[in-house]
């Protein structure tokens, strides 16, 4: 793929927050990757956006050894079709719950 065609790909990707879901809402993963930020290993998802865009999502750390290198072949290759759930803020510690289910 030349630059032009990697460049366009990605350009029309939003990024969103987990707190941009919806609750309680399926999201079909389409395509994970991992990869290092200067926080450290994470996961990014690719998801449905508004529109007939895709949004991509980076999962909170420790997501990576949640979600495997396995795993991330099996969703691209469609072999394994899992969905994103936000699931709302936890009362007790404030955080975003984020579940993976089938």
């Known amino acids: 793929m030349d630059l032009v065609q990697s460049f366009e790909g990605d350009a029309c990707e939003t990024t969103i927050s987990d707190t ?3 609750i309680i809402r399926k999201y079909r993963i389409y395509q994970a990757k991992g990869l290092t930020t200067r926080f450290g290993p994470t996961v990014v998802l690719k998801i449905p956006g508004e ?3 895709p949004a991509q999502i980076f999962m909170r750390r420790g997501t990576s050894n949640v979600i495997t290198d396995t795993d991330i072949e099996q969703i691209n290759s469609n072999a394994l079709f899992l969905h994103l759930v936000y699931k709302g803020v936890c009362s007790t510690t404030k955080a975003n719950l984020l579940a993976i289910e089938m």
Do not use: M, T
Request: charge should be negative; avoid cysteine; hydrophobic fraction near 50%.
């Open 20 to 22: 941009e879901l919806d």
């Open 51 to 53: 529109g007939a865009a």
